[in-house]
């Protein structure tokens, strides 16, 4: 019972030399509003040090934002692979930015969830995250 | 009459739902002389070309010269840029732009570890002087004007390649012209810091690059602000303007104490390259203000005398904040309202987004209907024909001023901060434009800011009026094209003269350890001759300023 109701805690991350932050510096924004608790990256990061930093923090959630360019789909599966690797796989990872739709049904084969764009409203976004992250924590239970 | 009930308009009797700017700046139902009290016509206002430049930095504005016609520009290879430049030309622009790929702007080579599956992605590679062979290949660098979107300390490399390149080719150095961006101070807070960083060395290597384009390429713009990132990042139109004259204050202090008086420098440090937004006649007056806000600092606070130095030239890239990626055409039709503005603020140049930003770099169609734009604004619409025609409206007069006002607030208080490094390394600047980020978003979202298509009036994807937009290039084919540019760069390593490179380097090493003073481009341009690349460049001149060789401490010095 106090494990579903712990704040949500999520890391914010963009992987790669991508810079459009735009999204996410808004979206930690909103997350904190909300009631969660934000482990902000922000840009620049490896999928090893967001797998790290998620899995010292014990966060719930990994939210990845990719926009400039399509190597979106070496970071994110590699996110997913490591957290494996380190059997950490009951972090929820989603996704957002531009993340073209041909792409989508191979990440959500994944796990990956989300795909989140500049006109997704943030009240969606918060939804998505409280129902999966719940979706989870019964599963542990 | 059919029985069924007919379909009413939900929005006859709507009214303008905005009363204020952009910015925040209330706006009244109707504005009158009582508007323009404390406004005096000659030393608020003045006709254009006179000081304080409120309407523009010419008498005769576009009769004397039109604004410099540009259109986005930078892909793959220098060769495919190469090809684009010579069909924009080939229609009628004036000016070349040239976009850096993610990895130039990080100041790391395409065999870096980080770099893989970057080069040459969302914008031209440059490395080496043999870049600038291909990059410019039968095009005559006299008669064009070349537009660098360079704003990291790789701005400086870039520039050194550049003119060893013009060197080699025989041009006449005085006679080239165009513009660098080579400012890193704002790249903390909108883009690439890692290679903006140490600070202090980043401000030293751009006021290199002013001191030798001075002296050598005297029609030359080596600075050239990036106000854009900024408001695309958060920033109002005020703080725009006003956060990037306080960092341009950095490099004049900087010029200052290497001896130059303000006259010797300030023509060729007075042009900033802004966003245009949405909001028409804010931005009109966030150009006129922006002006006289630089004419008045030059002269009252750093003494200039020549008129030159008070005369802020303006380019502008059409806010890609601005567009959306559904319906995108009608991004047609905010960049020409956003293009219309520029003219009508006095803009120098200016480049309109493609209507297809939201996806892609523009295809040859979309670049086409930019480049386009330009021409009916320039020849067909007759918006051109007179200078500064909204001067003498309450409303603009009076909503410059304010804005002027306003910008001189944020300037003096960043100047009370100890200037625009401290500001910055305090997160001072940072968490205002997260604040105003912020609540532009919250608007967006409340739809207190609509966005057709995006909050309000949207359809479905099957109603949109089809439209070709640029397409992200396959993953395996993006990995295809940062693998050869690898090659190409691993192949350069091999076949130097590995001894010349590296005493030219040694050099660079030397001299980069002798102080602020002491300018670096003549060695870099050496190091460029022998072969050295943009990441070994950068990386002896941070090792000689106690700095990582690699920004992002993965490699280190291999030679």
Redesign the interface.
Known sequence: MENSSRKVKIVVAMPGLDCHDRGIVYLSHVLREAGMEVVYLGRFNTPENIVNTAIEEDADVIALSYLNDHLYMIFFPRVVELLKERGANDICVMAGGRIIEEDRPKLKELGITGFFGQSTPTPVMVEHIVERVKRERWKEN | MGSEEKIKSTRRFDVCPVTETSAGIPLKDVYGPQDLEGIDYKDDVADPGEYPFTRGIWSNMYRGKLWTRRVFTGLGSTADTNERYKYLLGKGASGLYCFGD??TH?GIDPDHP??E??AG??GVSIVCLQDMYHLFDGISLEDVSVSFNNPSMAATVVYAAFVAYAEEMGYDLSKISGSILNEPIHLVY?????NAKPLELAAKLATDVIEYSIKNTPRWHPIAPNAYDMH???ANAIQEMAFTIAIMEEYIQRMIKRGYNIDAFAPRVSVFGCACDIDFFEEICKFRAARKVWAKLMKEKYGAKKAASCRLYLSVHTSG?SL???QPVNNVARVTLESLACVLGGLQSFDPAGYDE?YYILTEHSALTSLNIHNILAYESRVASVADPLAGSYFIESLTEKMEQEMFKIINKIDDMGGAIKATESGWIGSEM?HE??KE?KEI?EKKRIIVG??EFTVSKEEEVPIEVGR????EE?MATSKKREDEISKLRETRDKKAVKNALEDLRGQAAKGEDHNLIPAMMESLRAKATLGEILGVIREANDASYDPYEVIQYSL
Do not use: C, H
């Open positions: 993610t990895i990080q980080l770099a599956g970057y992605v969302s909108s883009m690439f810091e890692t695309e990042k958060g904040n959306t990626v559904q939201g997260d980020l912020i978003q979202e995006m909050n992200d290039r396959p993953l993006q």
